[in-house]
């Protein structure tokens, strides 16, 4: 999934609509994961975590508009982010608590990951993974069960070929096909999501 870039256009362009429920709901599905995970990555509580991630929302809500998509300055992912951490910022200040950088270790450990060069950074690897089951979730109903185990064991459960396909039945070459004909749809997925 290293191939994914930028959030499409077009649905930054429909949630300017605060109308668009259609355009709200995929980008909710899409990013209040993404956010309520980093949120509980940066040492929040669960609770803690659903608040902050409601208000990114409502900032993103209130201030889209404001947002120009211009790929050579910057992506909407990253702006996002940065919304992400100022909220954070601020609940943890509205707290008492202290914020990244002041020796808070839940916080130290962030940073940490973030000046890591050699593992992609939080956000990214979370980011990653939020539309990894979207995608799923969003497949996972158009494939038979059978096909849907060949991919799931061997690419997802890292089993051996040939002992997923003696449990389910097929042959070797048919759990390949099977994993094939997923993987391929996810990416699919996640380009319809993603700009070209």
Known sequence: MDTVNTTRPSLLVRI???RDEMAWGEFAQLYTPLIYRFARQSGLQDADASLVTQDVLVTVART????????KTGSFRGWLKVVTRSRLTDFLRAQGREVQGT???AMLHVMDEQLDASQPDLWEREFRRTLFEWAVDRIRCDFEDTTWQAFWQTSVGDRETADVAEELGLSVGAVYIARSRVLARLRQEVLDVEER
């Open 16 to 18: 300017k609509d605060l």
């Open 64 to 71: 889209i508009h404001r947002f120009e998509y211009n790929r």
């Open 103 to 105: 020796g808070d270790t």
